[in-house]
């Protein structure tokens, strides 16, 4: 009775702490298969990141209590501190030994309906990999016949930051094996699908975090982004800008999913009428070094809220190409200029392809843009939008190699400079 209070006590107590410092999002792969609200007994098998899993897991069904396999290095002080682990729902696993007996404790708990987690890794992921799985937790599963619900955790428990969690389908193992006394072969083929099951959640995790990010209409979050489309859509009244080559291709300025915008660069004010052109969308703009000042870092942080996103024209930048993966990986909009500076002739002769190597990747469509050098006052400055392109339609290659890259950057180009020439003419016309 007395342990039954102090659990209740504890977790209720906790809540407030609990919800402060990790503000849990959690993605399910089934909502119907795998809730908060779920009933009977089964086996959680998740990564293991920080020891912050633990009352991650004990908070991730609310309305019951998590059991979970610890091991000893949390028992190194007796006393207190060994009851309240065990008043939580620890089962100690003696790594140092081959004592088995937890296992029988963890089988009496399943038996009686209980939820228990496991952390198959054994230790916690030094590289943010998941490690090699034990494979006690098969056997686990075979002799009780429990489901399997194989979790997957990002490990951020940064004060400020929101973890993330990953809830796969339920997993019989009665399907997949019908021995009655199954071989070490078996069992390690069952460990190392659920093992796969646990990393493809990791992998899908970073795809719904992006989505989450880049693809919702989240407002308050994106307040800066939209107050920034705001201010710069107004301030078409001075601009004015126009697109041209909409009339029966008005489908680009609604186009969804990821969408990756190519111009050429022509002046500072060429972002602003790609997205006063975009405005449905919120645009994320790779910016070079430059911009980014040295000592106004609210100026720096300012371009940041509003979407650009740091880039080192003179080094492999990786870091900036991730962001910029992530962006449209998450259904986002992102703006290049291949050449990479500003060209006031309007010469497009000079660009790189990285563009090309993110649209291979991402799968993004690609929208080539030509952007005509209007700066009188009461000129309009004009965007005008090519045929839109996908790298699948130019190359179908799983890998595809540098001059694949090239090849599509010299159509997109090929493209531009095809506007260019026609609206060159059309003026010499007029």
Avoid at 80 to 99: H, L, Q
């Amino acid at each position: 009775m007395i342990s039954w209070l102090m659990y209740w006590y504890l977790r209720v107590s906790a809540w407030p702490i609990y919800w402060l410092m990790f503000a849990r999002r959690t993605y399910y792969k089934d909502k119907k298969d795998v809730n908060k609200f779920y009933k009977g007994p089964a086996i959680i098998v998740s990564n293991h990141k920080s020891i912050k899993d633990f009352p991650l897991m004990m908070f991730f069904m609310p309305f019951r209590k998590m059991y979970c396999q610890m091991s000893e290095a949390v028992y190194k002080k007796k006393g207190f501190n060994a009851w309240i682990m065990k008043v939580m729902g620890g089962i100690r696993v003696d790594r140092t030994n081959s004592e088995m007996s937890f296992l029988d404790k963890t089988e009496e708990l399943l038996e009686k309906g209980k939820v228990v987690a496991i952390f198959p890794e054994g230790k916690l992921s030094t590289n943010g990999n998941v490690g090699k799985f034990g494979n006690s937790y098969i056997l686990l599963a075979l002799r009780t016949g429990v489901p399997i619900i194989p979790v997957y955790t990002d490990g951020q428990y940064k004060f400020g930051k929101r973890c993330h969690l990953s809830v796969g389908k339920k997993i019989f193992l009665g399907d997949y094996c019908e021995e009655v006394n199954p071989s070490r072969e078996t069992i390690e083929s069952l460990n190392k699908m659920v093992r796969r099951e646990v990393m493809k959640l990791g992998q899908e995790q970073r795809h719904l975090i992006n989505v989450d990010r880049y693809g919702k209409l989240l407002a308050l979050r994106n307040f800066m982004k939209d107050n920034g489309r705001l201010t710069v859509f107004t301030s078409g009244l001075y601009f004015k800008f126009k697109a041209f080559n909409v009339g029966p291709h008005k489908e680009k300025l609604k186009a969804k999913g990821p969408l990756l915008l190519i111009a050429n660069h022509i002046s500072f004010i060429d972002p602003f009428s790609v997205i006063a052109t975009f405005w449905r969308r919120r645009v994320y703009i790779l910016t070079a070094e430059v911009v980014f000042t040295e000592g106004h870092n609210f100026r720096n942080w300012l371009l940041k809220e509003i979407g650009c996103i740091r880039i080192d024209r003179y080094s492999n930048d990786k870091e900036a190409f991730e962001k910029a993966v992530d962006v449209l990986d998450g259904g986002g909009t992102l703006l290049i200029f291949p050449n990479g500076r500003i060209h006031r002739d309007e010469s497009t002769d000079d660009y790189k392809s990285g563009a090309a190597l993110l649209a291979a990747r991402t799968g993004a469509t690609v929208q080539p843009i030509f952007l005509k050098n209007q700066m009188k006052k009461w000129h309009k400055v004009e965007v005008h939008l090519g045929t839109p392109k996908t790298f699948k339609e130019y190359c179908d290659k799983e890998y595809p190699s540098t001059q694949d890259m090239a090849g599509f950057m010299d159509e997109l180009f090929g493209e531009i400079n095809f506007i260019k020439n026609e609206v060159e003419n059309n003026g010499r016309d007029n």
